[in-house]
């Protein structure tokens, strides 16, 4: 019998029984996933939420829909005739029982532990695209869908998932994880950068003709060292590797040298201990490019622990390091959106995540970009006030550190000197659901 995911959405579409997906949110991530899900057998989008429609029925169409896929009046129209409903309403389409997996590709944390809630009260699978989210509460989010009998899954496509299938797939073999990760973009200076600033990094490796299709806030976050960190954590959480206990050090490495660079500091290398993450940068201290870089692509270094298997490293020309002790294994790319049809065929036909939080060993601290006076508005990640370092999750904890998650649109109590870590007595908090989500989590430690 041929059980691979493809033979099984072929057998649910000849059944007329296809697996039913809810879009939230219609961005970067959205429509390079909706571009995809429309080719793909057995798998029917039957609902899209997002707050501008308008926005929402350009994408598709720039996404390669025609304008009959997306007319359904209702939801229940959308089931009789296959085709996908618009919806404001992310409600709506949350609590309509047509509805078998949620994609939250909001961006916003907070928004999307409501909905993330709201669709395991609903009996939903959910896939996190908001990584934000699951960096501030995801091994509790995972926990409860569990309690409820459904999933809760990382994003395959996006970095993480990917990074904690190369840490299952070196663990599977029988190799002690050394240290897994990605690559970026990055220099020192890059964690002071503001959305006004960035546009001097972003305009000498993208050709943007046309600003206004760029977010300067969004891709601030990728540069400032906050992506990374939150990515690192999502990694950390769901693998029960460890982060380094000052953060991502970020060291310039080409694909060649992983296993020499990112490995224990007693061996040579410059990570703290075996079994963490690191981010490798595409950029030397000076500037200058990293020839044969990893800077989209994602990584593991294994040991290899008998002498024989070091041997094999050579002997199959793998990426080893000096002495062979260690060796490397990386994927070039990770095609985001587009790769996205994996989640939701593992989760709907083998009942399996593509990565899930389990434990809380790593955090995002709000990092202090300017010296910051009290009376200030934080604006959270990619903005002009915090950057969002990796730590430990039980140093985050006994500091009182204010998660990056929670850092926006909250008030100074206190003045913040350049480079601390803003601490929740610092700033004024309003309960709300994400925050007692987020003291849930702090209370597993």
């Given at each position: ?20 997906v809810g879009v939230i949110g219609c961005g970067k991530f959205g429509s390079m996933y909706l571009t995809q899900a429309r ?313 399996e995540p593509t990565g899930a939080p389990y434990c809380f060993n790593g955090d995002v601290v709000a990092v202090a970009k ?76």
């Amino acid at each position: 019998m041929n059980m691979s995911l493809y033979s099984r959405l072929q057998a649910r579409a000849e059944d007329g029984n296809p697996v039913r997906v809810g879009v939230i949110g219609c961005g970067k991530f959205g429509s390079m996933y909706l571009t995809q899900a429309r080719l793909t057998t057995g798998v029917q989008i039957i609902a899209i939420a997002d707050l501008n429609l308008e926005r929402a029925r350009t994408t598709l169409e720039k996404c390669g829909w025609p304008a009959e896929q997306y007319a359904a009046t209702s939801l229940d129209d959308a089931v009789r005739n296959g085709t996908t409903y618009l919806s404001d309403s992310s409600e709506a389409v949350i609590a309509s029982d047509a509805v078998d997996i949620i994609i939250e590709a909001t961006g916003d944390p907070v928004i999307g532990i409501r909905h993330c809630l709201d669709a395991i009260d609903n009996g939903r699978h959910v896939i996190m695209v908001n990584v934000e989210a699951d960096a501030l509460a995801g091994p509790v989010l995972a926990k409860r869908a569990s309690a409820a009998g459904v999933v809760y899954s990382l994003a395959w496509g996006d970095q993480p998932a990917l990074i904690c299938e190369h840490v299952d797939w070196a663990r599977a073999c029988g190799f002690k994880v050394v240290c897994a990760g990605k690559g970026t973009r990055y220099l020192p200076e890059y964690h002071q950068l503001t959305p006004d600033k960035v546009w001097g990094v972003l305009e000498k490796y993208l050709n943007i003709d046309d600003r206004s299709l760029i977010n300067p806030k969004m891709f601030n976050s990728f540069l400032d060292g906050t992506k990374s960190a939150i990515e690192m954590t999502a990694v950390c959480n769901a693998t029960g590797l460890t982060p380094q206990p000052d953060g991502l050090n970020f060291p310039p490495a080409t694909r060649f040298e992983l296993a020499n660079i990112c490995k224990p500091a007693k061996d040579g290398g410059v990570i703290s201990h075996s079994g963490t993450t690191e981010v490798t940068s595409s950029l030397y201290r000076d500037g200058s490019d990293v020839p044969h870089h990893i800077g989209v692509g994602t990584y593991v270094v294994i040991e290899g622990e008998t002498d024989y298997a070091r041997s094999c490293f050579g002997e199959y020309h793998m990426l080893a390091d000096d002495s062979r002790q260690y060796a490397s294994l990386y994927r070039p790319i990770h095609m985001i959106g587009l790769e996205l049809g994996y989640s939701v065929a593992s989760i709907a036909l083998r009942n399996e995540p593509t990565g899930a939080p389990y434990c809380f060993n790593g955090d995002v601290v709000a990092v202090a970009k300017k010296d910051l006076k009290a009376g200030e508005i934080l604006d959270g990640e990619g903005g002009y006030c915090v950057w969002g370092k990796a730590w430990p999750a039980k140093t985050s904890v006994d500091h009182g550190a204010l998660p990056i998650g929670l850092a926006h649109q909250v008030r100074l109590k206190a003045d913040v000197a350049e480079g601390a870590v803003l601490k929740w007595s610092d700033v004024e908090v309003t309960d709300n659901q994400a925050i007692s989500v987020r003291r849930e989590l702090e209370a597993m430690i």
